[in-house]
């Protein structure tokens, strides 16, 4: 029973885990007034019929902490690249010099730095939220290992295992939102 126990909390640590790495995931892409070449993941480029993710068909990186420079590997794509910019609709305008494309990034307006804070927010509430999730599923798991024959005094002991995981990766998600929350109000 004990190695059931076991099976059941590493499961909801995996789990929790995935939970916290989709957060960052979500994270990296708001945009915190400087630039970032994770700005572009979500771009698709049609790439001869195919859409194809824009780091797939250039070099992407920042100069200075105001400019996106996207150094297409093959020149006939400049075009198309700037075209799923303008398409993307990420408020910047790309500009291109027949080598590459410049995106130049604006500052933050503090309306707008407010409006990223509370999606950050929400982003980590519902991380919280799949957490807590995670954790009555481990509960319900418990409770079926008691109809089993799991000695009471060990399913109190696990629901206290996994309430301690919990704790932890719900302040590490604190952790995070406080750290982004610094990073875009920082001007």
């Known amino acids: 029973m004990e190695e059931e126990v076991q099976i059941v909390l590493e499961d909801a640590r995996?789990?929790?885990?995935?939970?916290?790495?989709?957060?960052?995931?979500?994270?990296?892409?708001?945009?915190?007034?400087?630039?970032?070449?994770?700005?572009?993941?979500?771009?698709?480029?049609?790439?001869y019929g195919t859409p194809t993710p824009l780091s797939q068909v250039a070099n992407i990186n920042t100069p200075d902490p105001?400019?996106?420079a996207i150094q297409p590997w093959e020149k006939a794509m400049i075009a198309v690249i700037e075209k799923a910019i303008m398409a993307a609709n990420l408020g910047m305008n790309p500009?291109?010099?027949?080598?590459?494309?410049?995106?130049n990034v604006p500052p933050l307006t503090e309306e707008r730095r407010?409006?990223?804070v509370k999606q950050v927010k929400k982003l980590g509430e519902d991380a919280k939220v799949a957490i807590r999730n995670i954790r009555r599923d481990a509960n319900d798991e418990f409770k079926k290992l008691k109809k089993e024959g799991l000695a009471e005094d060990m399913e109190k002991d696990?629901?206290?295992?996994?309430?301690?995981?919990?704790?932890?990766?719900i302040g590490k998600v604190d952790e995070?939102?406080?750290?982004?929350?610094?990073?875009i109000l920082t001007v």
Not at 15 to 44: C, F, H, Q, T
Not at 176 to 183: C, G, P
């Open 66 to 68: 105001r400019t996106i």
């Open 158 to 169: 696990a629901l206290d295992r996994i309430q301690k995981i919990t704790d932890k990766f």
């Open 176 to 183: 995070m939102l406080e750290k982004k929350e610094k990073e």
């Open 14 to 47: 995996d789990k929790m885990n995935k939970a916290l790495g989709y957060l960052d995931l979500e994270m990296a892409k708001v945009r915190a007034g400087r630039a970032n070449p994770k700005m572009l993941d979500s771009i698709m480029v049609d790439y």
């Open 95 to 103: 500009d291109n010099n027949g080598e590459l494309v410049r995106i």
């Open 114 to 116: 407010k409006d990223l």
